[in-house]
């Protein structure tokens, strides 16, 4: 783990960068809008860690009303576990034994969910669960238009949801209904669309599970692109976004429901680098390259600064583009850049460096960074 | 830092996943194939650490016979000097006065040698080596086709090198004259005449420096694309490669002098992944994603099974297209993944899994991972 990159009362152009920065001010805005829309539809919010990777945004979360927190990776349940969150759902498939007994020994600490599309992870969870003598929340994860993970809809779910309730050590409790697809559709119409689709695939899955004498206390989806949809639709009780809290230009891309850009999040999310070079003409170079920000989505924006446009990156530098009317750059000038993808940019730095006011007020360990396992 | 994801001895198939395994055998032939080649031609090998991260990997290369090793960052350089490296190219600018005291630091227990290409940063490192009674070693980057850092070839490098020797604290050493862009242009030819281009402004800065009375007594540069043209330029003194010891999918897709796909090395890294879904048809999913491989350069591609094609990368999973024919995967089967660009993979790692024969030999931390300051 590296240290941070300041000590708290730093002034905002003394950060050393490259730097993982939090503006403190627009993610309270963010968590809190999200936890009072959730609240006042009367679902719950159960946050995706695997989108912030750290105990302390997770506390911060559930301070504000949220329900619990989703995971990926048992590392990551782990992590939120020892940082004191009572409340994990792993909105995924584990396969592996020792994987599961890892996810067994933590379940008598928290409160602990599974995903399941496949009898055999059933019975391997079911065995953990036992031989550790705790209770695992059995989660039937259901294809509703992703094609990735999950059972089809309605009677092969109903299935597998049997075969959990029979399981020893697991009990029956819901639905995974992720539509992970639809949250980028570039229009509002096109997100609408794709849920209304996910919002059926939930309701004949219902239907068929009434049919075996079973029940979904819990159907958990959503993300950032498209959480009104299904906690509006009076079938899902939890929503599991997690970029919401950031923000990057992979949302900042797709359309509003009023045909203007997505603008139901601010940006607090920041790489924070330095100008290390400008001895070319008509560019400069800063210190933050690939592992720094995540590049699949496209290269990171310059943030705050006319003129400046970035043009290409590289494992350590960014290259930015200057207009003839742009401030000349010094070498050290601090330039913010807003990343194309914030969960895989989150998990390259072990700290957020939490700024309000322009000074560092808070240094956030991201302990589940590399919990991939 | 994570837990390795194997103890010695462990059996391949029982690697926890994801993983970052080493081929051993094919590590050591290229670590060996580019160090005697590089002692065939009479040129210096200073293998770059920016890829590998690892102290152990760096260890590695030096008993075969590297020279040095390259870094990019001030972080990568502290780690290889606590791992016992003595001789460090900086191969970049370092701007900040707290980044370049760190670097001084470290120069009385290594030899260190640092880029500029402005006279500020000249100044600067003056300073920091006069503060800590230290001598840098200084290069003049110059442009030779890149378009990132570099000062022009010829005269102004030169005026530059001037500086430099005058400088308090610092030595002129030499140039470094890498070109980036040309490692990746897609055919032999076209990378033959980006270097031509190279070595001409190599040639022109020489005869500027003496006119002003200096000499490079190094002049670094090249990568795993190009290191033959540079090699055997006669001006080059040092190869940059670092790539070379575990190729990746960007290296692969060139062609070679024969026309051929790139086989001058071997792919050695791979990303371990397993089957943890099926559930769809034509598919499966594994549990390798974005924070297991970088994604900036397109997708893995599945290694040594026939019919797995691979199609999508999400956060945490890859989707897999499986042909009629394909072998059906069981849940657990582990896969195989060669990443598309090696440099930002590994850094997503804490460990190398070094495999022989379907064994873990070794276990070497990577111990720069995240030392992008």
Known sequence: MQDPPAEIGCPFDQIDTPALILDLDAFDRNVAKMAAYAASVGVGLRA??????SSEVARRQMEAGAVGQCVQKVGEAEALVSGGIRDILVSNQVVADAKL??????????RIGLCFDHPEQVLAASRAASRAGVTINGFVEIDVGMGRCGVAPGRAAADLANRIAD??????????AYHGRAQHLPTAPEREAAIRG???AVQQTRE????AGLSASTVSGAGTGTFRIEAESGVYTELQAGSYAFMDLDYAAISGSDGRPYAEFEHSLFVLSAVISFAGAGWCVVDAGLKSYSGEKGPPRVHGREGYKFLGMSDEHGKIALSDDAQPPRLGDKVALIPGHCDPTINLHDWYVGVRSGVVHELWRIDARGASR
Chains 1, 2 share one sequence.
């Open 101 to 110: 007994d890892r996810l067994a020994a933590i379940a008598s600490h928290a």
């Open 167 to 176: 399981a020893p050590g697991l009990r029956f409790e819901g639905l995974q």
């Open 48 to 53: 995706h860690a695997k989108t912030h990777k």
């Open 198 to 200: 996910a919002i059926q």
């Open 208 to 211: 068929a599970l009434g049919v």
